[in-house]
DNA sequence: CGCTGTCATGATAGCGCTACCATTACTTCT
DNA sequence: AGAAGTAATGGTAGCGCTATCATGACAGCG
């Protein structure tokens, strides 16, 4: 009785696959109809509605997002581009996206740049080529080519981290800000020969813009404010080694600033295998607020940025965007905290 | 005298977008030599794959990979599904699989199920209207519904992180015997009055296995295997906290076996903050090898797996199957190595 | 009674790309 | 010389879905 769909010669249908149409047929509709049934459920009856939803358990029906995408040139994906996976901060960021935007039926396309601005390019070619309903990276800068893609692009474009000249919406924190505050209570505290060690600044630029706020503050207050970088990225192992080139380099350091708290707790734990302490020997200070800072001993004094909020926030404003309502806010100042601990 | 494509009034495309038809008839060629030009360069000559090139740079073109892979279906879209971006250990796998999948071409589809199995079908279905090449999940555990969708879905399957039984490629280590052999170090150190404390085994069941080696070995020697079992994830916080409640449930316990060592390092912290020595007032143990365990003093008694490399290796073997070579081992034991430090 | 409006459904025609088969021009072999 | 293979290119027809417009049914209204 039932006819088989159309078989002809050149077909290159995968036969295991259902597709809509046979939903369709099952439920004596058609296919537009049960494309409305599953998509915009309040454009169809009750009755239609039931019969397509069972035809769909029933047939053990897929939808093929590929073809979705294509017709309407709407995904449902939200890119996201990081500079690092191995840095936690960016893994936070990554939580509070996710967690936001799954709820809403999102998915995640995660790209990872390893502080590389030409790779941050390709990533965002392979992207859009996915017609993202959304990107999200790390940083507000970007190479030119880059730039101009996403210039024209007309979809909602998240940066997230710092604060400033976004291309679209922006969320994040002032670097130099922070680096300024960290070295304001450095000072405060009566340390004068006071060393910024950070892991490739040109990289993790923003790091950079701590020092710089952090050089300025003390040449503000008359002070030097030398700089040891390490090649390495940051970790409790830099961290550690760094320490032994300060106290070689600059023998009568009284006060580490370092680019974050790895390098930090690093460095105090390695104080303390040595004998050192901290901070009467010398002071150490990072910044991110690691839980781990919290659970030394001494404390570590550091900058608490709230990284799993800005990943929620970016995501709400994206849902808020893509929903068609005015925009809340182009630019959120997530801000950061000074967490004086007992290491300074 | 360039004839504009034709634009009925049914059309709906995006006039800015620039397709592979106008790259090929800049190019004097056909679309279809334009897209052999692009993805089979091998296949077209020298000269044509030129000119297409460079009508692709001149008019900007980026391909639609949502047309292609609904075309071929095939998406070089790589499925990931994580029960946590929380726990270290699996962004570890991922760090390990995307830098090896990037590097080939693949994207990344990410999920978090949050330890829930249904949440993973839901994932897993999404996923495959996707058309990914492949899926990456953590465990061997699914619904039922998710283990049918995937028996039928003919794309290789990665579980990850523990050994058994697996739908198809399988990457991890012996969860049982690491549990066992952690015990077994406790006890030739003398220990007999051993605490196991972990968070949510019934969501973490990895660790729960260990617990069950633990328990057997422990058993097997007349010994009691009490267990801590907290109500929140693990973290330096709730290690800390444990010990308090150890110390009061089981006053005399020698030693604790922690599911990981965010648990251990935060209770080997929160020891040494009361004065508690370690390992003579009481030793401790994780499991992970966290680089962390190895700054603190004393250094941390944990079992190192090899997380990172246990993702390249699973997006390898994913490669190698993806590129139609023979499977080289459906399954890999990473194993894992005994740290002895100076906590237990 | 026809006019307009709303609701539920359907027919048609793509979305932008690639699989499949064909065609042409050569080369190589017997 | 003719058969048979190979390399480069193109025409056609989808992949599975949804935007768009059209249709029919029925209600409300003067």
Chains 1, 2 share one sequence.
Not at 169 to 184: E, F, K, P, Q, S
Not at 285 to 312: C, D, V, W, Y
């Amino acid at each position: 009785m039932s006819k088989d769909l159309p078989t002809n010669a050149k077909s290159r249908r995968r036969p295991e696959q259902v597709t809509l149409s046979q939903v369709a047929q099952a439920a004596g509709v058609s296919p537009i109809t049960a494309s409305r049934a599953l998509n915009h459920p309040d454009k169809v009856s009750t009755s239609t509605r039931q019969s397509v939803l069972q035809s769909v358990e029933r047939l053990g029906y897929v939808p093929n997002l590929v073809a979705g995408s294509l017709a309407s040139s709407r995904s449902r994906l939200i890119a996201i581009i990081v500079p690092s996976l191995i840095n936690s901060v960016f893994v936070e960021i990554i939580k509070g996206l996710q967690e936001t935007l799954e709820a809403q039926g999102y998915q995640i396309l995660l790209g990872n740049t390893d502080y590389d601005l030409d790779r941050e390019y390709q990533l965002v070619r392979t992207f859009l080529g996915w017609s993202c309903s959304a990107l999200v990276t790390a940083g507000l800068r970007h190479n030119d080519a880059c730039r101009t893609l996403l210039a024209n692009w007309g979809h909602p474009i998240m940066e997230v981290m710092e604060l400033g000249k976004g291309m679209d919406l922006n969320i994040g924190l002032d670097h130099t800000a922070a680096g300024r505050c960290m070295a304001n209570h450095l000072i405060d505290r009566g340390y004068q020969r006071i060393v910024y060690v950070g892991a490739r600044l040109s990289h993790d630029y923003r790091a950079g813009m701590r020092y710089l706020g952090h050089k300025k503050m003390l040449k503000a207050k008359g002070l030097e404010a030398p700089l040891l970088e390490l090649n390495t990225l940051g970790s409790l192992q830099a961290g550690a080694e760094s320490l032994a080139q300060v106290l070689k380099d600059y023998p009568a350091t009284q006060a580490i600033h370092f680019a974050n708290d790895d390098l930090a707790a690093g460095a105090l734990l390695a104080a303390q295998r040595q004998g050192l302490s901290v901070p009467d020997d010398i002071a150490i200070a990072g910044f991110n607020g690691l839980p781990l800072g919290q659970h030394i001993t001494p404390k570590l004094t550091t900058i608490l940025s709230p990284r799993e909020a800005m990943g929620r926030l970016a995501a709400q404003e994206l849902i808020r965007r893509l929903s068609g309502k005015s925009v809340y806010r182009r630019q959120h100042d997530v801000g950061f905290t000074l967490q004086v601990g007992e290491s300074t």
